[in-house]
T-cell receptor, first 113, second 115 residues
Framework: DGGITQSPKYLFRKEGQNVTLSCEQN?????MYWYRQDPGQGLRLIYY???????QKGDIAEGYSVSREKKESFPLTVTSAQKNPTAFYLC????????????FGPGTRLLVL | AQSVTQPDIHITVSEGASLELRCNYS??????LFWYVQSPGQGLQLLLK??????LVQGIKGFEAEFKRSQSSFNLRKPSVHWSDAAEYFC?????????????FGRGTSLIVHP
């Protein structure tokens, strides 16, 4: 089955720790995205990538970093600079930035200890 | 820049009743419009989308939406709600021209279904 997988489902971060959220897709999509979801705020774009080895900041990139070394993978690192990381993180992909339908993974919930 | 408003934070309906979720957008040209549904703790699933053509769009799970340019709206409807429709619903709008596309999402409407 083609789709997007995210792991882990739950992740706990200690103070000052960097954590990495995994996102993998086997849809052969060029574009991938990371969103943050907080209650009552909808989805906010963190980073996106339209092709391997290229990525762009979204609306709330501070405290986050990404890489796109492989077409199927787009990991997100939540750094210690992100002071309020508790949220639900969603990864998405689309065939390209010009083709508009996004497909979403199941999400990772990040909690701070 | 485009924006999208979902005026209702929560909607409560009885099972079997009809449903309409509101979505208003602000965008200078013809937008691309989407409705997604999210069950608790899950990702978003695409219900339907409008790019061009017929302004009444049919989606999955018995949902439909109508694009009304004059009202800048794209309301989601279902004639008879099932208990399994209880979820969060998101409207999204994107630019109409080619090039990069990053949709803007509304804040969501939570649907509660009473038996």
């Amino acid at each position: 089955d083609g789709g997007i997988t995210q792991s882990p489902k739950y992740l706990f971060r200690k103070e000052g720790q960097n954590v990495t959220l995994s996102c993998e897709q086997n849809l052969n999509h060029d574009a991938m995205y990371w969103y943050r979801q907080d209650p009552g705020q909808g989805l906010r774009l963190i980073y996106y990538s339209q092709i391997v080895n290229d990525f762009q900041k979204g609306d709330i990139a501070e405290g986050y970093s990404v890489s796109r070394e492989k077409k199927e993978s787009f990991p997100l690192t939540v750094t210690s600079a992100q002071k309020n990381p508790t949220a639900f993180y969603l990864c998405a992909s689309s065939e390209s930035l010009a083709l508009k339908t996004q497909y979403f993974g199941p999400g990772t919930r990040l909690l701070v200890l | 820049a485009q924006s999208v408003t979902q005026p209702d934070i929560h909607i409560t309906v009885s099972e079997g009743a009809s449903l309409e979720l509101r979505c208003n957008y602000s965008y200078g040209a013809t937008p691309y419009l989407f409705w997604y549904v999210q069950s608790p703790g899950q990702g978003l699933q695409l219900l339907l989308k409008y790019f061009s053509g017929d302004t009444l769009v049919q989606g999955i799970k018995g949902f439909e939406a109508e694009f009304k340019r004059s009202q800048s709206s794209f309301n989601l409807r279902k004639p008879s709600v099932h208990w399994s429709d209880a979820a969060e619903y998101f409207c999204a709008v994107g630019p109409a021209s080619g090039g990069s596309y990053i949709p803007t999402f509304g804040r969501g409407t939570s649907l509660i279904v009473h038996p």
